[in-house]
Nanobody, 127 residues
């Protein structure tokens, strides 16, 4: 069992940056692939980025590639999402999630591949 708590959201102007954090409880954080998803009002939950257990592999949705960077610090049980060049269409609630499958083939990009979820942090980008 792991609990996830996101922070770092807020209101920012278009072109600005935010750094989201997701702190995990427990001693097994380094065993999880971690992902970020977002849900905008009236839209489906959308995959944003994922990072493997050691941080060696990262994967991004096309909509954020080149602007967002996912990273993790296993010593601090924390995963980050650095969001730069923000656009109004990035406005959403951002959730982090943990995939506990130990030897998944490929990077999980579907919400049902993740077992644990945080409550989310609101990101609002004004034009």
């Amino acid at each position: 069992q792991v609990q996830l708590v996101e922070s770092g959201g807020g209101l920012v102007q278009a072109g600005g940056s935010l750094r989201l954090s997701c702190a995990a409880s427990g001693r097994t954080f380094s065993k999880y692939t971690m992902g970020w998803f977002r849900r905008a009002p009236g839209k489906e939950r959308e995959f944003v980025a994922a990072i493997t257990q050691s941080g060696g592999v990262k994967y991004y949705a096309d909509s954020v590639k080149g602007r967002f960077t996912i990273s993790r610090d296993n010593a601090k049980n924390t995963v980050y999402l650095q969001a730069n060049s923000l656009k109004p269409e990035d406005t959403a609630v951002y959730h982090c999630a943990a995939d506990s499958l130990p030897q998944r083939v490929g990077i999980p990009t579907l919400y049902n591949q993740y077992d644990y979820w945080g409550q989310g942090t609101q990101v609002t980008v004004s034009s």
